[in-house]
């Protein structure tokens, strides 16, 4: 058998003919939900609740073929893209370490699937990381979860600038009829910023071009040379 990871290039007919009981790829989404691409950054960004971890056949259609092994595990308020990916490399080595010796000799047990729950999500870039402050506040955390390092980053623009937020968190302020994107507190660690269900959001470490990763109170002293405003960020 070959088994891949993590690898987004299609095998061909060739490839997926060669080993005896043939290609096992392993697709860190609970199939048939989540084929296709991104599929972890999707699902924290679409707010899942259970997440999952698929082994199946390798066949010319993406993501397509019978599934081999399934886990599934809960999607925590405090995880982000990196812990997704580490509870799918848990649930991989699990099942690998489970199934490995009865795929070897060819013995496949198939796990029945439910199709009417099948989704397929497409190819992500940089660029659609950009957020508003005119969003939910929830919807905001989910992107910055979601597109977190090793990825891109969730970010906004002010003026010519592309800010980055690493990572962020509700505080459980509300803020009344101030307009959304106004950045109205700043403490030791945090920027706080109007959501558009006027709520704040809590902005703990940020980067942009000019100003190397830091924490919302470095940013802003580094950012904006000055003493703490109101400032409307857009």
Request: glycine content about 6%; some cysteine; hydrophobic content about 40%.
């Given at each position: 058998i070959l088994i891949q990871s993590g690898w987004s290039q299609k095998f061909g007919p060739k490839l997926l003919q060669l080993p005896k009981f043939g290609c096992i790829g392993e697709h860190p989404s609970p199939i048939p939900e989540g084929r296709g691409a991104?599929?972890?950054?999707?699902?924290?960004?679409?707010?899942?609740?259970?997440?999952?971890?698929?082994?199946?056949?390798?066949?010319?259609?993406?993501d397509a073929g019978p599934v081999y092994a399934q886990e599934h595990f809960k999607i925590s308020e405090n995880d982000n893209c990196k812990t997704i990916y580490d509870k799918v490399a848990l649930s991989s080595y699990k099942m690998i370490k489970e199934n490995l010796s009865f795929w070897n000799i060819g013995s496949f047990n198939i796990v029945e699937i439910d199709e009417s729950k099948a989704s397929y999500y497409k190819k992500r870039t940089p660029s659609d990381?950009?957020?508003?402050?005119?969003?939910?506040?929830?919807?905001?955390l989910a992107y910055i979860k979601a597109l977190t390092k090793p990825?891109?980053?969730?970010?906004?623009?002010?003026?010519?600038?592309?800010?980055?937020?690493?990572?962020?968190?509700?505080?459980?302020?509300?803020?009344?009829?101030?307009?959304?994107?106004?950045?109205?507190?700043i403490d030791e660690e945090a920027l706080y910023v109007v959501t558009g269900d006027s709520k704040l959001l809590k902005m703990k470490k940020l980067e942009s071009d000019t100003i190397p990763l830091s924490s919302g109170n470095n940013f802003f002293k580094l950012y904006f040379n000055k003493a703490f405003d109101e400032i409307f960020l857009g």
């Open positions: 991104a599929c972890v950054n999707w699902a924290l960004i679409e707010r899942k609740k259970y997440w999952g971890d698929t082994f199946f056949k390798m066949v010319e259609e993406y990381g950009e957020i508003s402050f005119s969003w939910p506040l929830d919807k905001i990825y891109p980053g969730a970010f906004f623009k002010y003026k010519n600038d592309k800010i980055i937020i690493w990572d962020a968190e509700n505080p459980n302020i509300s803020c009344g009829s101030k307009k959304s994107g106004t950045l109205v507190n």
